[in-house]
């Protein structure tokens, strides 16, 4: 089989042009365009890019190069670069990219520290780092000067710059149970928190700085007064026992509450950084200014149990100070051992008219020594039976023995006088005594005697009675059934229905029948007296 032949057309020839020099090749346009891009990307990357600050801190803890945020109130202004360890290996430096709208945060007093799960005295805090991982938290400063390298807080701070309120100064005595975050309360509402505290230069206080949120801000006057506000403030005293309640969070956290010195009357508000005294309790807080105070010695022989240092001292009822210490001495002239207790007074609360020089030119130097002459005495008295605590009571004992003070020795000696209880104990101890010289072995015996001789005469009585049952008692018994019988009979007489009865009636009839009889004949009589000489008239 032969195959088709195919018929066979010669080839074009190819048209040759000449290549455009001017154009450049389709294969270059994407090169070229991601290198736009890119060039363009770098420029955004190094326009946007902020500046670079070092934030040092104790421990790196939580902390990752290149995945750690830095946050401003939940908004990524940065993010850590590196992490360093320093030369002397004290603390680790964090190198942070800042962002260019966090150019601010380079202020001299910006503050930063690491947001990780804390369990403080103030609450818990950070728990939603718990699936994020820790971050670091600023607070934007604002000063005008700027710098490269912060410390950071190892702790959160209480207040944020950007918190609305007030910073107010108290000095205390020491700390107590308050911490950085301890409440502030006022009538019972949490207004503020203490936010720093630290140790006198003299080492003799404390200084604490409380910041109150506003509005409650103007709520603190030039007047107010502040004192630790516990959970539980109980006191055991010579007045009994007290219990105060704040609030239960002040079991773990402590407080401070305040409140105007007078509600009535209307003051300015405090400014900002005013120093306030921080008393221990509210009773103490509140109460009028003592004034000048004077120290008092007395000198009581006996037993000072149940009497401790803070005792009232008071003049019936008023508190005019408080036991400062009790000690004891040895009297060498008396042989016999004392107990020396110092005192503070407040003659101040004694009055005006007391303290003052009237016109009787009476100082009250003079006025004292007149009372201490005509019987002012200290004596020990017990508060409460029940706590067994003793307070000392200034009272006027008319019967005292004759003292006198000098009000010029330092402290001045104020005499004393033993309490009732313990002349009730001197007096049963006399009692006790002449009731021991008492023959009570001889008055036994004599009463032995007189029981035996009452013996024989209850039997002899006993006999005696035995015997009027047996023979008198038979005769009593017919007297008595013969006056029964009568009785019997006189009641029988006497009845409705006996004889006598009805004559006695028919006699009585009769009587009154002679009686009309006799009125009439002496209304006639007296209507016609001739009658007794003439006779009765007959009727015409």
């Known amino acids: ?232 403030d109980m006191q055991i005293n010579a007045s009994g026992f007290k219990l105060h309640t704040q609030s239960l969070a002040t079991v773990v956290l402590g407080g401070i509450a305040f409140k105007p010195m007078d509600d009535t009357e209307e003051s300015s508000a405090a400014g900002e950084n005013t120093s306030f005294r921080l008393a221990d309790d509210e009773t103490s807080a509140l109460k009028e200014p003592d004034g000048r105070s004077q120290s008092v010695l007395l000198y009581f022989n006996q037993s000072v149990r149940g009497l401790e240092p803070g005792a009232a001292v008071d003049f019936r009822g008023v508190v005019l100070g408080e036991v400062k210490s009790i000690g004891i001495e040895y009297d060498d002239k008396a042989r016999q051992f004392m107990m020396p207790v110092l005192v503070e007074l407040f003659p101040d609360r004694l009055g005006r008219k007391f303290n003052e020089q009237q016109q009787s030119n009476h100082t009250p130097k003079e006025r004292l020594r007149y009372l201490v002459a005509h019987g002012l005495r200290a004596q020990l008295r017990s508060g409460s039976l029940l706590t067994g605590q003793l307070y000392i009571a200034l009272d006027i004992f008319p019967n005292a023995p004759l003292a006198q003070i000098d009000i010029d020795h330092a402290p001045p000696v104020f005499p004393t006088i033993p309490n009732s209880l313990d002349e009730i104990q001197t007096q049963i101890a006399d009692v006790t005594r002449k009731l021991s010289k008492v023959p009570f072995d001889k008055i036994g015996e004599d009463l032995r005697k007189t029981l035996a001789t009452l013996n024989r005469t209850l039997s002899s009585a006993e006999q005696t009675m035995n015997k009027l049952n047996n023979d008198v008692a038979p005769e009593i018994t017919a007297a008595m059934r013969d006056a029964r019988k009568t009785l019997n009979a006189a009641e029988r007489t006497l009845s409705d229905d006996a004889p006598l009865q009805q004559d006695v009636r028919q006699t009585m009839q009769e009587l009154s029948r002679a009686a009309a009889s006799i009125r009439v004949l002496t209304d006639y009589l007296q209507q016609h007296p001739e009658s007794l000489i003439r006779g009765k008239q007959e009727d015409k």
């Open 1 to 232: 089989m032969t195959e088709p032949t195919v018929p066979q057309h010669p080839l074009p020839e190819p048209k040759r042009e000449r290549p455009r020099s001017w154009l450049p090749s389709l294969v270059w346009l994407i090169p070229i365009v991601a290198a736009v891009v890119g060039l363009t990307l770098v420029v955004k990357i190094v326009l946007e890019r902020g500046p670079v600050i070092t934030i040092s801190f104790i421990s790196a803890e939580g902390l990752e190069a290149g995945k750690t945020k830095v946050k401003y109130k939940d908004v990524d202004i940065g993010q850590v670069q590196s992490i360093t360890l320093s030369k002397d290996r004290s603390h680790v430096v964090t190198t942070v990219q800042l962002t260019k709208e966090a150019e601010s945060f380079t202020a001299g007093d910006t503050r930063f520290w690491v947001v990780r799960p804390r369990v403080a005295a103030s609450g818990v805090s950070g728990l939603n780092t718990l699936l994020s991982g820790a971050y670091i938290g600023a607070d934007a400063g604002k000063s005008e000067e700027t710098k490269k390298e912060f410390a950071g807080l190892e702790q959160p701070p209480i207040i944020t710059r950007d918190t609305s309120g007030k910073q107010f100064v108290l000095h205390a005595s020491d700390l107590g149970s308050l911490d950085i975050g301890s409440p502030v309360f006022f009538r019972r509402i949490k207004v503020g928190q203490v936010a720093a505290f630290d140790l006198d230069r003299d080492g003799k206080g404390v200084t604490l700085r409380i910041f109150v949120n506003a509005p409650y801000d103007k709520f603190v006057s030039i007047n107010s007064r502040f004192w630790h506000a516990s959970g539980f």
